[in-house]
């Protein structure tokens, strides 16, 4: 039943997604999904439901407004998270942290299973600069940052993976899937980001696409996209 639950719920948002792709946010800094004006009726910032989102939610909003670096947008963020705490994920595993912003949407997610966010960046600046956006987010405590190359340090994961998010070097996704594909469970999530144009790695395309024990669809969103694998059971 939980299976068949998660998997309703992926599609509502799949919908969602899709009904809102079209869509401009209006932002005046024209970053696609932080502000309201161009989008549909319904498409409402999330609602806090305690003192703990409302304060990582506030910490998501600051950090839009400053310095924007290779981030996600905040409609990725929000189904990100929505996907993530619907399939129950209490260890998820991020491959290119950044300054932290889709990390804060995932850990939302965690924290509300009871579990944990190992991210991994290899920009000591970055490091610093994610590393005070979770204290002022208050996600500290549910995240982990893993300084250093990733297709080195992601050899130290042993444990099963709920799910997976790579937003780090194109080129580096195949060897990131081939590491760590062992260690997601039966029925996780693998999710891709700049699944668009010509950022793709066609070998990673392939990969996520002809395996048997893969299935693979893609989440458009104004000129981004994010591939989601289920790895099947």
């Known amino acids: 039943m939980r299976h068949v639950v998660s998997s309703v719920v992926a599609l509502v948002a799949l919908s969602v997604v899709g009904s809102a792709s079209a869509q401009s946010d209006g932002d005046s800094s024209k970053r696609p999904g932080f502000e309201f004006g161009g989008s549909p009726k319904y498409d409402r910032p999330t609602v806090a439901k305690d003192a703990a989102e409302k304060q990582a939610l506030a910490a998501?909003?600051?950090?839009?407004?400053?310095?924007?670096?290779?981030?996600?947008?905040?409609?990725?963020?929000?189904?990100?998270?929505?996907?993530?705490?619907?399939?129950?994920?209490?260890?998820?595993?991020?491959?290119?942290?950044?300054?932290?912003?889709?990390?804060?949407?995932?850990?939302?997610?965690?924290?509300?299973?009871?579990?944990?966010?190992f991210t991994h960046e290899i920009d000591p600046e970055k490091v610093k600069i994610a590393t005070?956006?979770?204290?002022?987010?208050?996600?500290?405590?549910?995240?982990?940052?893993?300084?250093?190359?990733?297709?080195?340090?992601?050899?130290?994961?042993?444990?099963?993976?709920?799910?997976l998010f790579l937003d780090a070097e194109k080129k580096g996704y195949v060897d990131y899937l081939k590491q760590l594909l062992p260690l997601v469970r039966p029925g996780g999530l693998i999710f891709g980001h700049d699944m668009h144009g010509r950022m793709p790695d066609p070998a990673y395309m392939k990969a996520i696409t002809t395996n048997p024990n893969l299935d693979t669809s893609f989440i458009m969103m104004e000129s981004f996209g994010i591939s989601m694998t289920l790895k099947k059971r």
Do not use: C
């Open 60 to 117: 998501l909003r600051e950090m839009a407004k400053g310095k924007w670096y290779l981030n996600i947008t905040r409609r990725e963020g929000r189904v990100l998270r929505q996907l993530t705490e619907a399939v129950g994920a209490k260890r998820v595993v991020e491959i290119g942290t950044s300054s932290g912003y889709s990390t804060i949407w995932l850990a939302m997610a965690a924290r509300a299973n009871g579990g944990k966010v």
């Open 132 to 163: 005070a956006n979770f204290k002022k987010a208050g996600d500290d405590d549910v995240i982990t940052i893993i300084e250093g190359d990733a297709h080195e340090t992601i050899k130290q994961h042993k444990e099963p993976i709920d799910v």
